[in-house]
């Protein structure tokens, strides 16, 4: 029985180093893969910010309510676009070597294969993801500085009140469009935001109730001796009309 035993634990020992040498060359083809988007993304990166400031682009950018998004500076535009070409490239790289990875990891016997894959499945979504929130957070910010700035804002001296609820629903959106886009649940996420809708719907329409009432009736006292004034200059002149008869 023993000697069946070492026999067995040889042989699964034996078939896992056999399969992951045979999947090394793979993992090796994946990493060059990787590099390779790493390297051109570096190369593209200077060529794009040049490209940038050939045509321009700072100028007509700054321009545009679009500005506030870009960093100050000359080339502030052209670098961010030459850094999102960078990244770009590189996503496009990883996503290419997993899906290379995806397919080999079919054919190959290494007891780590599935788990691999498993795990590989996860990692697409999850740069996405990450990209949403990270551009998504960025952009509240810069909606939050713009609505605290505003000159309707101002004008009803309500700018933390804007800027803090416009901060809140935008955070909120982009947290449950990122974590979906992930993979994450977010069911009970659309349950808060419906109950937290209906809430803000109902003092709202309280809200407007409310001072449409009492606006309401501060009016009506105003006016409402003008508005029985002819009624009671009507009433006199019939009366008087009797009398002379």
């Known amino acids: 029985m023993q000697p069946l035993l070492i026999d067995g634990i040889r042989m699964a020992v034996t078939d896992n180093i056999v399969g992951f040498v045979e999947f090394l060359p793979t993992l090796i083809g994946a990493a060059v893969l990787v590099y390779i988007g790493l390297y051109l993304g570096r190369k593209l990166e200077p060529m794009v910010t040049d490209a940038g400031r050939r045509v321009e682009l700072d100028e007509k950018v700054r321009e545009t309510p679009f500005d506030a998004l870009f960093p100050d500076g000359d080339d502030g535009v052209s670098r961010v676009f030459g850094v999102l070409i960078k990244f770009y490239v590189a996503a496009i790289a990883l996503v290419v070597a997993i899906e ?30 990450g990209a949403v929130l990270f551009v998504g957070f960025y952009v509240a910010n810069w909606a939050t500085d713009e609505v605290r700035d505003s000159v309707l804002a101002d004008r009803f001296d309500i700018s933390p009140l804007a800027a803090g609820t416009t901060k ?31 809430a803000a719907g109902l003092a709202l329409a309280l809200a407007v109730g409310i001072a449409f009432g009492w606006g309401g009736k501060d009016y009506v006292a105003e006016n409402i001796d003008s508005w029985f004034q002819p009624s009671e200059n009507a009433a006199d002149d019939a009366t008087a009309t009797v009398s002379d008869d």
Not at 100 to 112: D, E, G, P, S
Not at 168 to 194: C, K, N, P, R, S
């Open 100 to 129: 290379w990875l995806l397919i080999q990891i079919a054919t190959t016997n290494w007891y780590l294969t599935d788990y691999l894959q498993e795990l590989l499945g996860y990692v697409p979504p999850f740069v996405i993801g």
């Open 168 to 198: 809140a629903f935008l955070y909120f959106v982009v947290l449950v469009i990122g974590l979906d886009t992930m993979g994450v649940d977010v069911t009970i996420l659309h349950t808060f935001a419906q109950a937290f809708a209906y």
